[in-house]
C-alpha cells in the first residue's frame, strides 16, 4: 500500500506544519524530527494549497526568469516615441526620440517580477496586511467612556452646586516669577 502514511507519521507532519506556521525556520524543524529540510519543505507543501509540487514551482520559477530576460530586451530597446500625427517624435537634432516611459514602466514590471520570484523561493515572507479596524473600534470605546464619565461628573458637579473647576474665559493669569527673584 504504497502512499499511506501511518498515524505516528501523519501526527508528526501534523506537527511540523503547526510549528512552521508558528515559526517558520525550516532547519531547526527539520533538526528537531532528524529530517532534511528539503522534506520538511515537502511536507508543508502537502498541507499549504498556495504551494504547489516542485515541478510545478520549477516550471513557475523558469517562465518567470524568462520574463525577466523579455522586460530586459524592452529596457535595452524601448522603441520610439510617436507624434501626434503618427510619425517618431525627433528631438532639436532629427534623431527619434526614445520612449523613456515605456523603459520606466518595465523597469517597475521587472521590480515586480524579482518580487513574486523571492517569495516563489521562500527569500521573502508574504507579510500579511495588519488592518487597523481593532484600534478604532477600541479608540470609538475608549472615547465614548470618556464622554460617559464625565458627563457623570458634570452631573454630580451640578447637583453639588459646585462649579467645575478651569479657567474663566478672558480671565488674565498673573505671571509667574522665576524662583530666586523677588516679586516686583
Known amino acids: 500500500m504504497a502512499g499511506r502514511r501511518s498515524g505516528e507519521t501523519q501526527l508528526r507532519n501534523d506537527q511540523i506544519f ?3 506556521s508558528q ?3 525550516l532547519p531547526a524543524i527539520a533538526a528537531k524530527y532528524g ?7 515537502q511536507i ?6 498556495d504551494l504547489e509540487t516542485e515541478h ?4 513557475l520559477k523558469g517562465g518567470l526568469w524568462n520574463l ?4 530586459q530586451d524592452v529596457i535595452d530597446q524601448p522603441g520610439y516615441k510617436l507624434a ?3 510619425r517618431y517624435a ?6 527619434a526620440v526614445p520612449d523613456t516611459t515605456a523603459k520606466i514602466e518595465a523597469m517597475k514590471v521587472k521590480g515586480g517580477v524579482y518580487k513574486q520570484i523571492a517569495q516563489l523561493v521562500g527569500a521573502e515572507k508574504v507579510v500579511p496586511k495588519q488592518l487597523s479596524v481593532e484600534f478604532t473600534v477600541a479608540e470609538q470605546q475608549k472615547n465614548a467612556a470618556i464622554a460617559a464619565e464625565r458627563a457623570k461628573l458634570e452631573a454630580l458637579a451640578r447637583q453639588a452646586g459646585v462649579k467645575p473647576p478651569g479657567v474663566v474665559p478672558g480671565e488674565v493669569l498673573p505671571a509667574i516669577e522665576p524662583p530666586g527673584q523677588p516679586a516686583a
Not at 44 to 49: E, L, R, V
Not at 56 to 59: C, K, P, W
Open 68 to 71: 525577466i530576460h523579455q522586460i
Open 84 to 86: 501626434p500625427n503618427g
Open 90 to 95: 525627433t528631438d532639436d537634432e532629427g534623431f
Open 35 to 41: 529530517l532534511s529540510p528539503q522534506r520538511v519543505g
Open 56 to 59: 510545478e514551482r520549477a516550471l
Open 18 to 20: 503547526a510549528e512552521w
Open 23 to 25: 515559526k517558520p525556520d
Open 44 to 49: 508543508i507543501a502537502q498541507y499549504n494549497p
